[in-house]
């Protein structure tokens, strides 16, 4: 049973990543192989499909999950479903990040959007995009959630809104789905670390 739990580092940019494997996403992410069995290897394949929309290549985390659950079909500690949809989409983000370079080095759009100048319209377009990609309404520390929140302060206090400008809408959507990706990638992180904490805690007791 693995004991060094370590918290998986925050996305610092897309390029970064972009040059991984599955393997370096699987230490990132704290995956432990030996409890990926042939239903969660099915699982993975089929989520990350649905993402690529083609199939998963050799690299990826589904097919490297397929190989460990030929090793034990059954896991003895399987995964939730709903964490292993986070990390066939992190991995996802990653293929497609290597297959389109050009975007992946581009600089994050995180930094060219200044919440304190987005329009009204503009932020309720973010918070759309943003619930769209997370499949739940984006917390306090998203970017939606603090655009949200300026706008509310601006009304408040009547602020004027002379120098809002509004923002390409494709720039908005990308933002929003970077974001959405950082926040799964640290609920994942999380999610995970608490998982193997408690497997730990019932084996050291157990033992």
Known sequence: MRTD?????QMKNASKHAKEGADEVAKRLD??????????????????H????????????????QLAAAKHPVSSDPMPVDILK???????ERILAQRNPTTAD????????????????????????QHHALGYRPPPDSLAAKAQASIQRKS??????????PIE??????????????????????????RYAVSVSVYTTDV
Request: net charge neutral; proline share 4%.
């Open 5 to 9: 739990i370590t918290a998986a580092p």
């Open 31 to 48: 995956i432990i192989w030996d409890s990926i069995g042939q239903s969660e290897a099915r699982k993975i394949m089929s989520e990350q």
């Open 50 to 65: 649905k993402l690529l929309a083609f199939r998963p290549p050799g690299d990826s985390l589904a097919a490297h999950a």
């Open 86 to 92: 986070r990390v066939a989409k992190v991995d996802a």
């Open 106 to 129: 581009r600089q994050s759009p995180l930094l060219e959007i200044d919440v304190n100048m987005i329009t009204k319209g503009d932020a309720r377009l973010l918070m759309s995009f």
């Open 156 to 165: 408040s206090s009547g602020s004027a809104a002379a120098e809002e400008q």
């Open 169 to 194: 809408e494709t720039l908005l959507r990308e933002a929003a789905y970077r974001d959405a990706s950082r926040l799964n990638a640290q609920l994942l992180a999380v999610r995970l670390r608490f």
